[in-house]
């Protein structure tokens, strides 16, 4: 007698087949499976396998990976939320930036070669702006821009690429181009930006970048958005340099060839000394390096008719690659620009980020960097603001060289831009050992010389805490060709002065 419970089971299989069997192209199916199971056992163990782990994770029980979960009641919990106190959400201020917050000087009026200081009331020698040629108070500049301001409205509202492009624009990239001598130009709204962008636009992962340790936070913070590999040479020591590049020419040997920068400044910012420019001209040819140099400083400012540092080493711009510069120091202006190959520039008006994300530049300010240039261009009144200007830098550096026990001098003697620091023999004697300490010392020189000698000087600022190498504390003079060698010499002396004041009182 057949048992009843095979019987159900054959029964069940073969109502099940037909069913299957009755699907369209179930055979199809069938046969397929039946083919890849039977010349691949190891398969069907492995599937059947993962079946049965599926099937009891699936039913297997729940648990909790922290154990030591206690429940609370309501009470428990108002209580530890009234007890909570948040992180704050940014530190405490230190005792010397909330010194720098409450010495920090207000102006009344217009900038300028002498303001009118909000505390006093009483207008000040103003050796602590960037307004090196004196285009502030240029009147014919300031009527310029007024009249572009009447046409042209206060700013653009859009991304050069969006309609934010103007008439101006195209002017002064052309005004800038023939100025330098290079084939093509673009403008930038930030001078901050410009260079961290036309970095990051031609430098990528793998790239390698070779930069002066001693350039400003705008190149670092560039070399780090282009995610390259970084070497550091020591701050304008070329024999560094051709060490860093033989280097990386034997690493190079076992890699492929990927784009290679030197970045370097022509006026260093944070020292205020002059890149041997013709050095670096030599190690890009012999190792085939292509050149980015920041003339953000020294552009309107270096050269007999202020071209910058290739014009300084009659070096022809066309063999630099990329010539970087700002609007906002020499021309008292506002924005950045990159000169060099039509191609490149083409390419940074898709890639450059600064470019394509940023509001253009207001049509007055572009209006001001071309009347700037045109002053520098035409006529002798250019060269004459360029000449007093380094007089005027020459006389206060004659002045404060005189005191080497008390002001050490990292600047070049071309330079409009001064770095006064202490020495360290200096500090060590007056048991000055913290760089805060050394703060306050300059933060003495910087109050005595405005308060007994009207003169607005002002200490070097740092993002101290993203700094790649930090410079040491200094004083920045920034030398105005507005002034008077009289008013310049006299404003030298009050700080050599003062540095010896500040240090001796602490022996």
């Not at 040629?133 to 409205?153: D, F, S």
Request: hydrophobic letters at 40%; a neutral charge; charged letters at 25%.
């Amino acid at each position: 007698m057949d048992n009843p419970i095979l019987s159900a089971l054959n029964q069940t299989l073969f109502t099940v087949s037909r069913a299957v069997e009755a699907v369209p192209g179930s055979d199809i199916v069938i046969n397929y499976i039946k083919n890849s199971y039977q010349n691949d056992p190891f398969r069907v163990v492995l599937e059947l396998g993962l079946a049965i782990y599926a099937v009891k994770y699936m039913m297997s029980k729940k648990y909790r990976i922290d154990h030591t979960h206690i429940p609370l009641t309501e009470k428990e919990i108002d209580e530890l939320v009234a007890e909570w106190q948040p992180e704050p959400l940014v530190q405490p201020l230190s005792d010397i930036q909330r010194m720098e917050l409450e010495r920090t000087q207000v102006i009344v009026g217009g900038q300028g070669s002498k303001p009118k200081l909000q505390a006093t009331g009483k207008n000040m020698l103003n050796l602590a702006s960037s307004n090196f040629l004196g285009y502030v108070n240029n009147e014919e500049i300031k009527e310029k821009a007024i009249e572009t301001l009447r046409n042209y409205g206060v700013g653009s509202c859009g991304p050069p690429g969006f309609y934010g492009t103007l008439d101006v624009h195209i002017e002064l990239e052309k005004d800038i181009a023939r100025f330098l001598g290079t084939e093509s130009a673009i403008i930038y709204a930030q001078g901050f930006s410009t260079i961290s962008s036309v970095i990051a636009a031609f430098s990528k992962r793998g790239d390698i970048i070779v930069a002066d340790d001693g350039c400003n936070f705008a190149i670092q913070k560039g070399t780090q958005i282009s995610r390259s590999n970084i070497k550091w040479f020591k701050h304008n020591d070329m024999a560094d340099l051709e060490r860093v590049l033989q280097s990386i020419q034997k690493e190079s040997k076992k890699r492929p060839l990927t784009r290679r920068f030197i970045v370097t400044e022509g006026l260093f910012q944070n020292y205020g000394d002059i890149v041997p420019l013709d050095k670096i001209m030599e190690l890009k040819h012999k190792y085939k390096y292509r050149v980015i140099l920041d003339e953000s400083n020294s552009f309107g400012l270096l050269g007999k008719t202020g071209r910058g540092v290739t014009e300084l080493f009659n070096i022809s711009p066309k063999d630099i690659d990329m010539i970087v510069g700002s609007m906002a120091n020499s021309f008292s202006a506002a924005g950045g620009f990159c000169a060099g190959p039509k191609e490149v520039v083409d390419h940074q008006r898709l890639s450059g980020q600064a470019f394509v994300f940023s509001a253009s530049i207001p049509a007055m300010l572009a209006i001001c960097s071309s009347e700037a240039i045109k002053i520098l261009e035409h006529g002798q009144n250019g060269q004459k603001l360029l000449k007093e200007l380094h007089d005027n830098a020459a006389a206060f550096r004659n002045v404060v060289v005189t005191a080497p026990q008390a002001i050490e001098i990292s600047s070049d003697a071309g330079s409009p831009i001064l770095h006064l620091r202490f020495p360290k023999n200096t500090l060590d004697a007056a048991g000055v050992t913290s760089r805060d300490e050394e703060k306050y010392l300059l933060q003495e020189v910087v109050d005595e010389v405005a308060t007994k000698d009207g003169t607005l000087i002002t200490r070097a600022k740092y993002v101290e805490h993203h700094e790649l190498f930090l410079p040491r504390p200094s004083i920045r003079i920034s030398i105005s060709a507005c002034h008077s060698r009289k008013e310049v010499e006299k404003a030298a002396q009050a700080v050599k002065a003062a540095f010896i004041k500040a240090t001796s009182k602490r022996k």
